[in-house]
């Protein structure tokens, strides 16, 4: 009898190592696959800024500190590795961003302009693509490290070599203070 | 862990429905079958020899046939018939800013809600409306009106598509996707069963059915029974089948909005969305009365929209606007709706 009430606990634990082993690998993939998500937003956001620089070059002549301000950035984050240095970079690239957007509303001849409306929408939707993927990446990573350092769940995270992992935190103090610049060239809101 | 327990708990309960739907669907066409020709076979198992006895369920084997026949036809192509009996068009490449916008919106919402890409439809109806369809989030498609994408700027548009985001995470898509294919073949069959009725009246011999009734010690009061039985099952069907639709639907949209908020997170843009909506009080008339429970509002308001309590539960596709908007006011920490029936509503300042 009493063999057979402690074969069928083991039983129990065996399947409740396996279930919580595979709910954290299934949950680190998930992270790793986010985190891609990431990297193509970003690598499509690179790309399209050139296209932006050229179309808005003619008319904003004056602007050439704040257009070279952009490209540099750009340049910057496209070589950046790491959570950390990515998110920075990217930071950085989204307020130089923000304040040619800023400048184009001065310019009437660029706000009528199809083409430039055009790549206004692309880059709000890539900026706002890059900024869902960092909310699912930060969502999933968050999960991942909770379930991680959590009981029970914390005994097999050993065995799963479960590391938490980085969230991407917004470190410049001055992007967190950065105006949300609406680019919509609909109705406005409200 | 627990938003995604309780999603996973969502998606397996919403296939449980689809399969309870389906065999439910069945068994209820076999019983129009089969209780049809039992009815048929009483009636005629007194008649003399030499005319006609019903021994073959030759009705039943036919209408269980036919239900088959329509679960498949739901499940594979229920979403194109929906699609195609709005006149939507889907967008292939955008032409215009305006769709340029909603492709846009559609793709992010994908990367919000962590599911593959919908397809984008257009309905050419200057009510805003939209809705969800598809088995699953890989065959899903999100269609919206000419109207919605007017009245909506680009926030209240990518809250309205999150909210539809939702419904192929759920896996809402599904059973309501099956549910129109079902509503829409029963009331088609009540039809023409009523039809077959008046003009057949049981195989042509049209004075046998009625010397029957009376004569030869009143037939066969079991075969009258189950006669009876079977004629009221045929009306009550589509309203049964009606309800069954809304009050799914009207359950499911509450967790709709509020999963929505959460892929953007900005709920008072949603809110600010079924606002518009509401007062944009024209029906939709390209969604016709079978699919409109996959609709984001109802597209043809009536008396219990805007109702609460058991009647109106069972009787609206969809529950009041002006609670879905008081929620999620709530969830943005504003206070309830300015709306002159929310009156009893708790008014909270926000801070």
Redesign the interface.
């Known amino acids: 009898m009493a063999t057979i009430v402690l074969l069928v606990v083991l039983v129990v634990v065996v399947l409740w190592i396996i279930g919580a082993y595979n709910g954290l690998i299934a949950l680190k993939n998930q992270v790793a696959n986010?985190w891609k998500?990431i990297d193509v937003?970003l690598k499509r956001r690179h790309d399209l800024i050139p296209n932006l620089v050229n179309t808005v070059k003619g008319a904003m002549e004056f602007e050439r500190g704040t257009l070279e301000a952009v490209i540099a950035a750009r340049n910057k984050a496209v070589s950046a590795t790491g959570v950390k240095q990515t998110a920075q970079a990217e930071g950085e690239l989204t307020q130089a961003l923000g304040r040619l957007f800023a400048l184009t509303e001065a310019y009437p001849d660029l706000k009528a302009n199809q083409n430039v409306?055009?790549l206004q929408?692309?880059l709000?939707?890539t900026e706002?693509?890059v900024g869902?993927?960092r909310?699912?990446y930060n969502d999933t990573a968050t999960?991942y490290n909770?379930?991680q350092a959590t009981f029970p769940t914390l005994l097999v995270a050993g065995l799963a070599k479960a590391q938490p992992a980085e969230l991407w935190e917004i470190e410049d103090a001055a992007e967190r203070a950065v105006p949300n610049v609406d680019l919509?060239?609909?109705?406005?809101?409200? | 862990m627990s938003e995604d327990a309780n999603l996973f708990a969502q998606q397996e309960a919403n296939r449980r429905r689809s399969t309870w739907l389906t065999v439910g669907f069945i068994v209820f066409f076999a019983w129009v079958g089969f209780g049809g020709d039992l009815a048929f076979g009483l009636l005629t198992a007194d008649a003399p020899p030499e005319s006609y006895h019903h021994v073959i369920p030759v009705i039943g084997i036919f209408t269980t046939l036919v239900a088959g026949g329509i679960c498949w036809f739901s499940w594979r192509s229920g979403a194109q018939r929906v699609l195609r009996s709005t006149g939507a068009w889907e967008i292939v490449e955008a032409a215009t800013p305006a769709q340029r916008q909603l492709v846009n919106v559609v793709e992010e919402m994908a990367i919000a809600s962590g599911i593959p890409k919908p397809k984008v439809y257009v309905v050419p109806d200057p009510d805003p409306n939209a809705f969800a369809t598809g088995r699953d989030a890989e065959t899903a498609s999100i269609a919206v009106t000419e109207g919605l994408l007017e009245a909506l700027n680009r926030d209240e548009l990518q809250a309205v598509v999150a909210h539809e985001m939702a419904h192929i995470r759920n896996l809402d898509i599904r059973l309501m996707t099956l549910l129109a294919g079902m509503v829409g073949a029963i009331a088609l069959m009540s039809d023409g069963m009523g039809r077959m009725l008046r003009v057949g009246r049981f195989g042509g011999g049209s004075r046998r059915s009625s010397s029957s009734g009376d004569g030869k010690g009143g037939g066969n009061p079991l075969g009258l029974i189950v006669l009876v039985l079977w004629l009221v099952t045929l009306i009550v069907a589509p309203v049964v089948s009606q309800i069954l639709a809304m009050s799914v639907s009207r359950k499911r949209e509450y967790l709709a909005d509020a999963s929505g908020a959460q892929f953007t997170r900005n709920p008072l843009a949603l809110a600010s969305a079924l606002q518009k909506l509401a007062d944009a009080t024209a029906p939709t008339r390209a969604i016709t009365r079978g699919a409109a429970h996959l609709c984001i509002v109802d597209p043809s308001p009536g008396l219990m929209s805007e109702r609460t309590g058991l009647l109106a539960d069972v009787l609206a596709s969809h529950p009041p606007i002006a609670q879905r908007i008081t929620r999620l006011r709530d969830m943005g920490y504003l206070g309830a709706a300015p709306a002159p029936d929310d009156a009893r509503e708790v008014r909270q300042v926000g801070g």
């Open positions: 986010a998500q937003q409306l055009q929408e692309e709000t939707s706002n693509k869902f993927a909310q699912l999960q909770t379930k919509s060239f609909n109705k406005p809101a409200t």
